[in-house]
């Protein structure tokens, strides 16, 4: 039950983000959520996409360096403390959190975080015994 992420590796130079932008946008690729982190050279753009094999095809005949990387995606509640009834989860078998970001869906009345841990089966099983809600790629193409 974990999704593809992209990562794209990109200079952090003008123009270099619109270029990821506009490789995606020829193809039709619909963008669900992103992340941006960045070093005064280069970032990582994190993504998660409508079709990733497209994706990664359009991106490498651009020039980027792409990789895809497994993630959780799960529903939490859109209220004060929701990410944190979700990290408890965590708490017990010592599951660090690697990274995370967020999105929103207007199909839902949950906020959606997408996240990268340490131990990503340990971390499945922590979401499942406590019932939180853990999406395929199929649910993620239906927001």
């Known amino acids: 039950m974990?999704?593809?992420?992209?990562?794209?590796?990109?200079?952090?130079?003008?123009?270099?983000?619109?270029?990821?932008?506009?490789?995606?946008?020829?193809?039709?690729?619909?963008?669900?959520?992103?992340?941006l982190a960045d070093t005064s050279k280069y970032g990582i753009l994190r993504l998660i996409v409508s079709d990733n094999e497209a994706a990664v095809k359009a991106l490498e005949e651009d020039g980027f360096i792409v990789r895809e990387t497994e993630v959780l995606v799960v529903f939490i509640p859109d209220q004060p403390n929701g990410l944190n009834t979700v990290l408890e989860s965590f708490e017990k078998d010592k599951i660090n959190v690697e990274y995370l970001?967020?999105?929103?869906?207007?199909?839902?009345?949950?906020?959606?975080?997408?996240?990268?841990?340490?131990?990503?089966?340990?971390?499945?099983?922590?979401?499942?015994?406590?019932?939180?809600?853990?999406?395929?790629?199929?649910?993620?193409?239906?927001?």
């Open 2 to 35: 974990t999704v593809k992420q992209i990562s794209v590796f990109i200079e952090n130079k003008e123009g270099r983000m619109k270029k990821t932008m506009k490789a995606l946008g020829k193809e039709n690729i619909n963008i669900r959520a992103l992340s």
């Open 101 to 143: 970001y967020a999105f929103v869906s207007n199909k839902v009345d949950e906020a959606i975080v997408v996240m990268r841990l340490e131990n990503m089966e340990a971390g499945k099983s922590a979401l499942e015994k406590n019932n939180i809600t853990i999406l395929t790629e199929e649910d993620i193409k239906n927001l």
